[in-house]
């Protein structure tokens, strides 16, 4: 299955901008052979907390309909990457998934906030995480920040996700964690994991792109540069079933013994 994450220069509080993007990446990655695609985190205005209130939708909102008829048109599904959503009197980094007839078949709102972007004073928590189907793949999506949390995602991985989804906006100085995080959660979860962070800057971060797809022994199936670019990497859900057969981490857990 071919997957293609849009590595995009998101534009700080230019939604029309972002959006054109958007649509172009999706264009050519479909044209591409693309049955998956996957775009960053809060890619329709950035972080541009300053005009929250502008930027936040409702779950069927602008957003939504845009991805919604994107994955109909090209009858692919599309990990919505996340953008603010107004739920459950919050508003919530959130992101939508999407299959090849144009229905939501997967909602998570960002469980851990960042402090450090300050996510923590504009945005609510979600609470909630579920795995999903994309055809033969138990898949699952975590957001950014959420990769440092190690008990989430092998919540995941015993709920049965073989593909985890990583869209991010993830800043140059901690560029080294973003790589070794997601091969880490790989190798230990024995899942692809797919990174995606955007390439570009705002008013206080560089991202460096290096959107990144790891297969379940921890190996670099594909991996992008600096600028802004389609990723694409095939992935073959047979290694999943292999890798975790050959080291049975999953059968050989003690889980009586640990605090969580
Ligand atoms: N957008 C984010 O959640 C950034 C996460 C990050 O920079 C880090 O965990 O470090």
Redesign the pocket.
């Known amino acids: 299955m071919k997957i293609a994450v849009c590595q995009m220069n998101v534009i700080q509080g230019d939604k029309e901008k972002n959006r054109k993007t958007a649509e172009t990446y999706i264009d050519e990655a479909a044209q591409n052979g693309a049955k998956v695609i996957v775009l960053p985190?809060?890619w329709t205005s950035g972080?541009d907390f300053a005009r929250l209130a502008e930027h936040t939708e409702t779950l069927d909102g602008p957003t939504s309909q845009f991805l919604s008829r994107k994955a109909s048109e090209h009858q692919v599904y599309i990990v919505g990457g996340s953008f603010p959503i107004q739920l459950d009197g919050g508003v919530k980094n959130t992101s939508i998934t999407f299959d090849p007839q144009g229905n939501a078949i997967n909602v998570y709102s960002?469980i851990?906030?960042?402090g450090?972007?300050e996510?923590d004073k504009y945005l609510t928590s979600g609470v909630e995480y579920n795995i999903y189907e994309i055809e033969q793949f138990s898949a699952a999506t975590i957001?950014?920040?959420?990769?440092?949390f190690p008990e989430l995602i092998r919540s995941y991985a015993l709920d049965g996700a073989c593909v985890l989804f990583v869209p991010?906006?993830?800043?140059i100085?901690?560029e080294q964690?973003?790589l070794a995080l997601l091969r880490a959660r790989a190798i230990e979860n024995q899942l692809y994991v797919i990174g995606a962070n955007m390439a570009g800057r705002n008013e206080n971060d560089v991202f460096n792109g290096h959107s990144i797809v790891y297969d379940p022994w921890g190996e670099i199936v594909a991996e992008a540069g600096s600028e802004p670019v389609i990723l694409y990497a095939d992935i073959d859900l047979n290694m999943v079933k292999t890798v975790r057969e050959r080291v049975p981490v999953f059968k050989d857990r003690v889980p009586n013994l640990y605090r969580c």
């Open positions: 985190e809060m972080y960002k851990h906030l960042i450090l972007m996510e957001i950014c920040y959420d990769l440092r991010a906006q993830w800043p100085q901690r964690h973003w």
